[in-house]
């Protein structure tokens, strides 16, 4: 800071020219210690604002975040606007810049990935409890993020994928996007996103600064991906190499369900649009349109990693059954592992994660891994933790294509369709059959207590059904 302090505009300049494209550029009075240094004077908390707002639009063409429409979100805002009371404004200000003065960034920047998830996920708590409205049930646990990232790319892949794209249609704050391309190698990959909610855009684009993924800052859109889709190749939409996504389960869509009914969306949603529900709109499975968007937006030999309700698993009509068959037919189906119950904390529903690999046409994994892990408390919610040791487990089963009884099948695609196309794996388990050697008079004796035992069962409800009798006849209408 002291040397670009004491340079010219025009050796500044020079220096910038040098720079990387995806490099921030400063200007002297940008910097901690300039603002440092004039906190005491008056309307301070102007300065500071005017400060993050002159950063913004000097790197504008780097960090802000595009609008389906167009339009651009810069990465700052005037931050002591959200302190109602004008009077305290300059101290919330001076408060800031001087937790910032105190602080070494030097330790951190050689840091990577497993130390800013950490940080990152203590950021999202408050806003995923606090803050996040409606959609903030749907911010993934770094423990499923995690199996998603080692099933899509397993460790004998990991720095030998090159050049590829990674999607999430509903990203969030980026978590699953972070983890794969983590296991990709963030220089080794772009990343692509789409989430109609612009906080969680602002968060994204924070997760990209941190994981040194800046240059996919202008690949992050805020808009509606089932509405309006962003990311075009020409005048079709795009396909991707590795695509990710939790997606909201179910919410109000229907004020342009009817709009999705077109004859360009046909091949988008094969398997169908969901229908209005007249008395509980916000339950509409908005889903099944996300699922099967990721499905239409894969390349050729693509794959991706899904969390849907595990309900999607069984169903025995409608459009999860239709999404199954489809990726049963065209042999586009990886496996399923169905995770333990409150592995979100937030929600109750029972997840699975659904794995599409349009290159495997032999053998699919089928894991159930609801008994795994222990619960915790949080907050006021419980929640099931995954040890490490039985993420390891999920991985190697799956990957390996291992068969466990009673955790893990492997079948084949005719088997599925055998079966209504469930993806359950409890029902490809084997039946076990115990048997108990004794001898004639040991079963006959076993038969006389359990005939005794109904026969007494039977003479209780009898003797209940006429006490019940005469208490209804007892009754009578009183005016």
Not at 100 to 112: P, W
Not at 309 to 318: E, K, L, V
Not at 342 to 359: E, K, Y
Not at 422 to 429: N, R, V
Request: charged fraction near 25%.
């Amino acid at each position: 800071e002291d040397a670009l302090s004491a340079m010219s505009e025009d050796q500044l300049k020079k220096l910038q020219q040098r720079m990387a494209p995806d490099t921030a550029r400063l200007k002297p009075h940008h910097f901690i210690r300039y603002l440092y240094n004039r906190q005491n004077a008056a309307d301070f908390a102007r300065t500071f604002d005017d400060t993050l707002m002159d950063i913004a639009a000097t790197n504008n063409d780097v960090f802000a975040v595009k609008t389906d429409g167009g339009a651009k979100v810069v990465l700052f805002e005037r931050l002591s606007q959200y302190i109602a009371d004008e009077s305290k404004r300059d101290d919330f200000c001076r408060a800031i810049i001087n937790k910032l003065a105190d602080f070494s960034f030097e330790r951190i920047f050689t840091q990577k990935f497993d130390f800013y998830a950490t940080i990152f996920e203590y950021l999202i708590k408050d806003y995923n409890s606090n803050s996040g409205g409606k959609y903030a049930e749907y911010y993934t646990p770094h423990a499923v993020a995690r199996i998603m990232a080692e099933i899509l790319v397993p460790k004998a892949q990991q720095g030998v994928v090159r050049n590829v794209s990674c999607y999430d249609p509903s990203a969030g704050s980026g978590t699953l996007l972070m983890n794969v391309a983590h296991a990709i190698g963030e220089d080794r990959c772009s990343i692509f996103a789409q989430d109609i909610s612009q906080k969680s855009s602002s968060l994204l684009r924070l997760n990209l600064i941190l994981n040194n993924l800046v240059h996919s800052i202008p690949n992050v859109i805020q808009g509606n991906t089932i509405l309006h889709p962003f990311h075009k190749d020409g005048g079709a939409l795009k396909r991707f190499d590795y695509i990710v996504s939790n997606p909201p389960f179910k919410m109000d869509f229907s004020d342009f369900r009817d709009a999705l009914d077109s004859k360009e969306n046909q091949q988008r949603f094969f398997a169908g649009i969901p229908k209005i529900k007249a008395k509980a709109r916000d339950k509409m499975e908005i889903y099944q349109l996300f699922l099967q968007h990721i499905i239409f937006s894969l390349k050729p030999g693509g794959k991706a990693a899904v969390v849907v309700p595990t309900g999607f698993i069984t169903a025995q009509s409608g459009i999860d059954k239709g999404i199954r068959e489809h990726l049963v037919q065209n042999k586009m189906l990886a496996g399923v592992v169905s995770m333990p119950s409150n592995i979100f904390a937030t929600t109750g529903t029972n997840v699975s994660i659904l794995f599409i690999d349009a290159s495997n046409k032999e053998k699919v994994v089928l894991i159930d891994a609801s008994n795994l892990g222990e619960k915790v408390k949080d907050g006021k919610n419980q929640k099931t933790v995954l040890t490490e040791c039985e993420e390891k487990r999920i991985c190697e089963a799956f990957n390996n294509k291992w068969s466990e009884e009673d955790f893990s099948v492997v079948v084949s695609y005719d088997d599925i369709a055998a079966k209504n196309y469930s993806f359950s794996a409890g029902q490809y388990f084997d039946v076990k059959i115990e048997y108990t050697d004794m001898t004639p008079e040991q079963f006959a004796a076993k038969m006389k207590g359990f005939t005794e035992n109904l026969n007494n069962l039977f003479e209780q409800s009898r003797e209940l059904e006429v006490q019940i009798k005469m208490q209804m006849a007892d009754i009578k209408y009183e005016i």
